[in-house]
């Protein structure tokens, strides 16, 4: 199989210093399966392309131990040899391990640049998702992706095409970034890896994919394919990724406009991940976040509530789903971040939204630790994810304004179980799950609070796990739902 890297930068030799490979001599490397060769094809001022060609010996692998169980490795005849898959990766992790890693020994500076780079890859298989797939990974990273299919056999062209395509990728990039991108999303193409998949391969991911992962759109379903569909690690994968990118948004905010509410004590800005809808139904597990999204839907489509409030409504995920419900007549999304509102609004697609639905959904800038006539008078009140985020001097104000002001028919409570953070086996001991996070309750201070404040304002209330609910540390998310005693 073979990968080839181009560049036009001049002086475009420098790419044999990025590399750490000598463009004037051709180099051979021994790996587990096979042997990788170093060679460049182009070597001048104003062009060069270094090629990676790697030789997995087939016969060695139907008997190896890199042997996988069932398939296409157990056969003798088997498309291993040629097409890009789990075996490039490695042999791009040895051979250019330096690169992959950012460095630059002789040119250091030359790491950092972005450069006018061109990958090319004559065989690439795409057995699930086909031309669509393969853009759908490499388009959201900036890449301009040419694909030329690849017939079955050129001698029978009624045969039609193979599920393999030539890929080329061009982009301004640094070399480490193309690396990492093709590390990761090679064996996601191929849908299957040639070694034993276990708890060190999310580090892997994490290590090469986490800073443009996080952000990508089809993150579950490259977490998921990378790590073989092993849901407990996928599961894992993506709760470290979703507080990547948590925290990634937090840099972005829209300081200015939240300046006015941050002065009164309500900082925070985020935005939460999530997962599309086609990826939760086709491609289980759910993350947490859509685990809870679903369940506080739920609630509300069996309280037949008509009129919702979402306060805290972050990036308007619980909102996207709403505005499908029939029955809901009027929904509101409350934010303190303009940054979470806006792509709140591009999330809802308002601008193209029917105007008989687009009348129904509003998005508000306001805090809930102040009384706010817009959010009075609504059936039911979310408060999803958010109240862990207030200073705990604030939480009595916003007591007031949820039960007292807004005071819904129903409110639906969601907020960490902080004794479920030991099976995140990423968080440090100690540590909250977000460094927004002002405070995680356990199960008991969450149903001492829901008891009080119960009590307090004339509500009933119900605690219902969310997640699985492990017999030792209970659910990673409690709920709490509060139902007005008097009509
Ligand atoms: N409910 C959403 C977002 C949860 S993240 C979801 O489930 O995805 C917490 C959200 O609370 C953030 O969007 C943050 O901006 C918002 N928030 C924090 N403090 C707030 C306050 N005092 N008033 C209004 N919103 C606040």
């Given at each position: 199989m073979l990968l080839t890297i181009s560049t036009t930068m001049p002086p475009a030799t420098d790419l044999g210093y990025l590399l750490h490979k000598n463009p004037s001599r051709a180099q051979v490397f021994t790996l587990k399966f096979g042997t990788a060769h170093v060679f460049y094809t182009d070597a001048d001022d104003t062009r060069c392309t270094a090629c990676l060609l790697v030789d997995v010996d087939p016969v060695h692998l139907v008997r190896g131990k890199e042997k996988a169980s069932?398939?296409?490795?157990?056969?003798?005849?088997?498309?291993?040899?040629?097409?890009?898959?789990s075996f490039l990766s490695v042999a791009i992790g040895d051979v250019f391990s330096t690169a992959l890693q950012g460095?630059?020994?002789?040119?250091?500076?030359?790491?950092g640049r972005s450069i006018p780079l061109t990958a090319h890859l004559p065989v690439v298989p795409a057995r699930r998702g086909g031309a669509d797939f393969l853009r759908s990974l490499f388009e959201p990273l900036g890449y301009q992706v040419e694909l030329t299919p690849i017939p079955l056999d050129e001698r029978f062209p009624a045969w039609g095409d193979s599920a393999c395509f030539s890929l080329t990728l061009t982009a301004e990039k640094r070399i480490q970034e193309l690396l990492s991108h093709l590390y990761v999303l090679v064996p996601v193409l191929d849908n299957d890896k040639h070694y034993w998949v276990g708890g060190d391969e999310v580090d892997k991911l994490l290590r090469h994919g986490g800073d443009w992962l996080a952000h990508h759109p089809e993150k579950g379903k490259i977490t998921r394919r990378y790590l073989r569909h092993k849901w407990s690690l996928a599961r894992d994968a993506l709760a470290r990724l979703e507080i990547i990118e948590e925290e990634g948004t937090e840099e972005t905010a829209d300081a200015a406009a939240d300046e006015a509410v941050t002065a009164q004590g309500d900082p925070s800005e985020k935005a939460a991940s999530s997962i599309s809808e086609e990826e939760a139904v086709v491609e289980a597990p759910l993350s947490l976040n859509e685990i809870r999204q679903r369940e506080v839907l739920a609630v509300l489509q069996e309280s037949c509530a008509e009129s919702v409030v979402d306060l805290g409504c972050g990036d308007g995920k619980l909102l996207v789903r709403l505005i499908r419900e029939k029955r809901l007549k009027r929904g509101v999304g409350l934010d303190v971040s303009s940054r979470a509102l806006e792509i709140a609004e591009a999330r809802l697609r308002l601008d193209r939204l029917h105007p008989s639905v687009r009348e129904r959904i509003t998005l508000l800038h306001g805090a809930l630790t102040y009384r706010d006539a817009?959010?009075?008078?609504?059936?039911a009140a979310t408060v999803i994810e958010v109240i862990e985020h207030l200073e705990p001097n604030r939480l009595a104000a916003f007591e007031r304004v949820l039960f007292?002001?807004?005071?819904?028919r129903l409110a639906v409570v969601t907020t960490p179980n902080v004794e479920y953070n030991v099976r995140f086996s990423f968080l440090p001991e100690g540590k909250l799950r977000h460094s927004d996070h002002r405070f995680e309750w356990d199960r008991r201070q969450f149903r001492d609070w829901c008891n009080r404040m119960a009590e307090q304002h004339g509500y009933t209330v119900t605690l219902r796990p969310v997640g699985p609910d492990d017999?030792?540390?209970?659910?990673?998310t409690q709920m709490a739902v509060f139902e007005r005693s008097e009509q």
């Open positions: 069932g398939g296409l490795l157990d056969q003798y005849v088997n498309d291993r040899p040629f097409a890009a898959s460095r630059c020994r002789d040119k250091p500076e030359l790491a817009r959010i009075e008078g609504f059936d007292d002001c807004t005071r819904p017999p030792e540390v209970g659910p990673p």
